[in-house]
């Protein structure tokens, strides 16, 4: 994969307006005899000075450096002898850091340093290959954060909470059994929140507070201290996945940082990184603090380059872009056609929504109901969640799981992948008016996610008095409805081992006994991991599921007549197999067996209480379906 560096520069070039004079975000160039620095700050800045130091934490610098003006906004310090191992800061009056495209740091990010990158690559790197998948409706993503997934004892794997947990086979074989060919790992970039000096503390944070957004977190590598330690088992694990077949989603915040004042962009170039509203305040769009200014022409370029970074040095297959709806359609469009320019397969997807206003027009901005004008990008389908297990904004209140009517509607457009199908009155879809998606590989299909509560948890808030049986019928329900959809499924970490958080919602800092996954949960409820298992399988087996066009859905999905409650569909005429020529899915949330009428046929059952076998668990025939009580019914003929 290492073969796109010679052609970053070119293609930055063409594709992007550089501000007058303005370089590519590389700011140390590196030879054994001299090293040139580069920043993009200010020509009005009083003065600009590089640092060097010998060490990447604390100590006095060895060498201050004034920095000259060699273009505008552009200046430059060449410093000789060889620096490699040295650590160097930039300096224009606001603070020291380590500028904002550091490639490699010391503890806690406060320093860049200068390193070998090819010595950081792990045996074989220049072998390793991107996992084939044909088209995002093949993907099973999961999403997962470093520590929740091995650091509790009872995983068994090694080295949890780092890097290097996934590479311990244990870790991966799970993944494989589970049927997931993607994993999202939330930020895995130096982020400020935990203080990589005091890892003997337990500390805990999602990570969504960027430092150094091109580097790897020195909290899930095994010796922050080192630089090369962070990239090399960040390495190790990309290695490892997709020697499993399984590819790496980088969940990537551009949308803001840490904070301003003390944030890389804003200490070398004050204010041209970040949005303002008209009355000269900071914008918040991203209930943050502060929103970045992704329109303009230096931050559209850092966002492109970094994307094509992380995919050249580290060999990443999709990004998850936080709050997707900060930043303008033009820059997300720009870094679509970058990343076909180096491989059409690379998936990327966000939030089609802010957390507050955004000081640009909604109709320029990256949000859900502008996602027809962003081919090749997917959001997340919100109609679809809520219409399952009930709104974001209200934890008590149920839906479609809880036995409530009216959510029909919403759930079948999930079905569809969010684009228009006649069958679809979107008069009563929740949230949205008109379809947003172009092709069903636009929508993220999903019922739960790391930033609210897990879907065990929510049917316990929203159904008083749920029994286990209960809570394992439904969770099974659910997951039906996503995997079965036509859009791209999404599974958050451990709800098939029936993860709960204690009813936290919001758990970004909770400790890792809130957070982890209790892999004793697989000898308690067996049967859950059975039904995730089998459903990917089903869905990986028949491509009727996963169709991936928006005409070949209208054409085959048939959304059945039901009462309320009840959501039924055939996937009709579809020669994906001779053998399945059409499937039917009923999926059913009342507490009552219910009958579902369905055209004249032979059948097989396949799905049935909680149970899935492709080969078949009985066979029937008739026009009438029997689906009992808070379960799915898959058959076809």
Request: proline share 5%; aromatic share 10%.
């Amino acid at each position: 994969m290492k073969t796109q560096k010679t052609i970053l520069t070119g293609l930055l070039a063409a594709m992007l307006p550089a501000a007058a004079g303005a370089q590519t975000f590389n700011e140390a160039d590196y030879t054994p005899e001299q090293t040139t620095f580069r920043l993009f700050a200010p020509d009005n800045a009083k003065t600009v000075k590089l640092r060097i130091y010998k060490a990447g934490h604390k100590g006095r610098p060895e060498r201050t450096v004034k920095m000259e003006r060699t273009a505008a906004d552009t200046w430059t310090a060449t410093v000789t002898g060889n620096l490699m191992g040295r650590f160097y800061t930039f300096d224009t009056g606001r603070g020291e850091c380590a500028g904002v495209f550091a490639k490699a740091v010391g503890v806690n990010g406060q320093r860049a340093a200068i390193i070998d990158m090819d010595k950081t690559d792990p045996a074989g790197w220049n072998d390793d290959r991107r996992p084939v998948v044909k088209s995002p409706a093949d993907l099973v993503i999961y999403e997962m954060h470093h520590r929740d997934y091995s650091i509790d004892a009872s995983s068994g794997i090694a080295n949890g909470g780092k890097f290097l947990a996934l590479t311990d086979p244990k870790a991966i074989t799970h993944l494989k059994e589970l049927g997931v060919n993607a994993v999202h790992i939330l930020p895995s970039f130096d982020y400020a929140s935990v203080d990589e000096t005091r890892l003997s503390t337990p500390q805990y944070n999602w990570g969504y507070d960027p430092v150094n957004y091109n580097v790897p977190d020195g909290s899930y590598s095994t010796d922050p201290y080192k630089p090369e330690t962070r990239i090399r088992e960040f390495k190790q694990m990309v290695q490892a996945l997709h020697k499993a077949g399984i590819r790496v989603i980088l969940d990537v915040v551009y949308n803001h940082t840490f904070n301003i004042d003390g944030s890389n962009f804003q200490r070398t170039y004050p204010d041209y990184f970040y949005r303002k509203t008209a009355d000269g305040k900071y914008s918040d769009g991203s209930g943050c603090g502060n929103e970045t200014a992704s329109e303009r022409d230096m931050m559209r370029r850092f966002m492109v380059e970094s994307v094509l970074y992380w995919i050249d040095e580290y060999h990443i297959d999709g990004f998850r872009f936080d709050l997707m709806g900060c930043h303008d359609i033009e820059t997300m469009n720009a870094i679509r056609k970058a990343v076909d320019e180096v491989d059409p397969t690379i998936f990327i997807y966000g939030e089609g929504w802010s957390a507050g206003s955004c000081a640009l027009p909604k109709e320029q901005l990256g949000l859900k109901a502008n996602m027809k004008a962003m081919p090749g990008i997917a959001a997340f389908s919100d109609e679809l969640r809520d219409a399952l297990r009930g709104p974001f904004s209200d934890d008590t209140k149920g839906a479609f799981l809880a036995g409530k009517p009216g959510e029909e509607e919403s759930i079948k457009f999930g079905i569809a992948g969010a684009i228009e199908h006649p069958q679809v009155d979107m008069s009563k879809v929740n949230y949205s008016t008109e379809a947003w998606a172009s092709q069903p590989t636009q929508m993220i299909s999903y019922v739960s996610c790391h930033d609210d509560m897990c879907l065990t948890d929510r049917l316990r808030a929203s159904i008083p008095g749920i029994t286990t049986d209960e809570l394992i019928r439904l969770d099974m329900l659910a997951q039906t409805a996503v995997l079965t959809s036509q859009g791209v499924p999404f599974i958050l970490s451990g709800e098939e081992m029936l993860r709960d958080k204690k009813g936290v919602h919001n758990s970004y800092n909770s400790p890792d006994s809130i957070n982890r996954l209790d892999w004793n949960n697989m000898e308690r409820y067996p049967q859950v991991m059975d039904y995730y298992k089998n459903l990917t399988r089903l869905r990986r087996n028949h491509p009727a599921f996963r169709l991936g066009s928006a005409d070949l859905v209208r054409r085959h999905l048939e959304f059945l007549p039901t009462q309320p409650g009840l959501v039924a569909f055939r996937l009709k005429d579809y020669a994906g197999r001779d053998d399945w020529r059409n499937i039917i899915v009923i999926l059913n949330a009342a507490k009552q067996q219910r009958k579902v009428a369905i055209p004249q046929g032979n059948y097989t059952i396949v799905c049935h209480e909680g149970k899935i076998d492709e080969n078949g668990l009985s066979t029937f025939s008739g026009s009438e379906a029997t689906v009992s009580a808070q379960s799915a019914l898959i058959l076809h003929d």
